[in-house]
T-cell receptor, first 109, second 112 residues
Framework: GQQVQQSPSSLVLQEGENAELQCNFS?????LQWFYQSPGGSLVSLLS???GTKHTGRLTSTTVTKERRSSLHISSSQTTDSGTYLC???????????FGAGTRLAVCP | EAAVTQSPRSKVAVTGGKVTLSCHQT?????MYWYRQDTGHGLRLIHY???????EKGDIPDGYKASRPSQENFSLILELASLSQTAVYFC???????????FGPGTRLTVL
């Protein structure tokens, strides 16, 4: 089945530094979403980006479909950005997602 | 705003017992999903539904049943709970293929 690999598995930053998170997947994706999971466990969709570049706030996602990879850039990190970032792809029908294991981000003051 | 709610938010069950997790959405979405998350891992799809009164198996359906009695409600049923089913369970809904998925707050299930 589809595989989604995220790197790094964990990352520690000083507040104000930038972060670059990677997502590689084994099958062509018709949909790709980046999620943020808070330390308390709640999930929030950050960006839907199956191809190209998208921006929202301090987040930029770039997906190169034919190379089966996506990145999430977080600029000027804040302590409130701490949590786990999950990449998920959909390769078939009915929008069924396959998730990576996530990148755990800790931003220190 | 779109909303997906789950109940209960946490539950302790005994091995061999029956557990029902409920999900309700007010998004008017056709698609609904159940995922489980084990500590330190991503989410895995258990069951999904694209229309009321119909459910489909996801990637890890063994030991689980699902029920979709209406567009708004989607339940996950563990007929004989086992220790290995201890996890956090998330429900989600989406509008159509390729659309963003909206997740509920999760249910933490502990089977003893």
């Amino acid at each position: 089945g589809q595989q989604v690999q995220q790197s790094p598995s964990s990352l520690v930053l000083q507040e104000g530094e930038n972060a670059e998170l990677q997502c590689n997947f084994s099958s062509t994706a018709t949909q790709l979403q980046w999620f943020y999971q808070s330390p308390g466990g709640s999930l929030v969709s950050l960006l839907s980006n199956p191809s190209g570049t998208k921006h929202t706030g301090r987040l930029t996602s770039t997906t190169v479909t034919k190379e089966r990879r996506s990145s999430l850039h977080i600029s000027s990190s804040q302590t409130t950005d701490s949590g786990t970032y999950l990449c998920a792809i959909e390769t078939g029908s009915f929008n069924k997602l396959t998730f990576g294991a996530g990148t755990r981000l800790a931003v220190c003051p | 705003e779109a909303a997906v709610t789950q109940s209960p938010r946490s539950k302790v069950a005994v091995t061999g017992g029956k557990v029902t997790l409920s999900c309700h959405q007010t998004n008017n979405h056709d698609y609904m999903y159940w995922y489980r998350q084990d500590t330190g891992h991503g989410l895995r799809l258990i069951h999904y539904s694209y229309v009321a009164d119909s459910t489909e198996k996801g990637d890890i359906p063994d030991g689980y049943k699902a029920s979709r009695p209406s567009q708004e409600n989607f339940s996950l049923i563990l007929e004989l709970a086992s220790l290995s089913q201890t996890a956090v369970y998330f429900c989600a809904s989406s509008d159509w293929d390729y659309a963003e998925q909206f997740f509920g707050p999760g249910t933490r299930l502990t089977v003893l």
